[in-house]
């Protein structure tokens, strides 16, 4: 499985925000959206990433508020980004390694979309219910909706 299906089955709604952005405006839009990042773009180019963890860090450097920060004050200006072409189990392997919860999704310089741990995992257990009605179509005979007994 590729990102690509991930983007497909999740569909391609983007928000972005850019660096100059009040940071409470960006956090209003990921509240109002139920969403835990945003992808920053200037330009039309990506140059960071705005994920609740900065948002946090930012909150506790300006003494538990939000102030007058702007985006770029608290986002990642380096994030880790993904191509649509990469296999399921890398994207695994970046966000884990990385400690990333989101990734932007790059096709040459155009951003295609967000993948968060949470649509990587959904995939991943699709995947694996769908392989297992297919194993328990292929044993004939297997009783519907039951389990193996336990040995």
Same mark, same amino acid.
């Given at each position: 499985?590729?990102?690509?299906?991930?983007? *497909?089955?999740?569909?391609?709604?983007?928000?972005?925000? $850019?660096?100059?952005?009040?940071?409470?405006?960006?956090?209003?839009? #990921?509240?109002?959206?139920?969403?835990?990042?945003?992808?920053? #773009?200037?330009?039309?180019?990506?140059?960071?990433?705005?994920?609740? *963890?900065?948002?946090?860090?930012?909150?506790?450097?300006?003494?538990? /508020?939000?102030?007058?920060?702007?985006? +770029?004050?608290?986002?990642?200006?380096?994030?880790? $980004?993904?191509? #649509?072409?990469?296999?399921?189990?890398?994207?695994? +392997?970046? #966000? =884990?390694?990385?400690?990333?919860?989101?990734?932007?999704?790059?096709?040459?310089?155009? =951003?295609?979309?967000?993948?968060?741990?949470?649509?990587?995992?959904?995939?991943?257990?699709?995947?694996?219910?769908?392989?297992?009605?297919?194993?328990?179509?292929?044993? *004939?005979?297997?009783?519907?909706?039951?389990? /193996? /007994?336990?040995?």
């Amino acid at each position: 499985m590729k990102v690509s299906d991930i983007l *497909r089955v999740k569909g391609n709604t983007l928000f972005t925000v $850019t660096s100059q952005d009040p940071l409470a405006q960006a956090v209003q839009v #990921m509240a109002d959206n139920d969403i835990g990042s945003l992808v920053v #773009m200037d330009q039309g180019k990506l140059v960071g990433m705005l994920t609740f *963890r900065e948002v946090i860090q930012q909150v506790v450097k300006n003494g538990g /508020a939000i102030g007058a920060s702007l985006v +770029r004050d608290a986002m990642d200006s380096q994030p880790h $980004t993904s191509g #649509m072409d990469t296999e399921l189990d890398e994207v695994r +392997r970046m #966000m =884990l390694e990385h400690h990333a919860r989101y990734l932007p999704v790059m096709q040459d310089l155009m =951003l295609m979309g967000v993948i968060s741990f949470y649509d990587v995992a959904k995939a991943v257990v699709d995947s694996q219910d769908f392989e297992n009605k297919m194993l328990k179509a292929y044993i *004939r005979d297997w009783p519907e909706g039951q389990e /193996a /007994a336990k040995s």
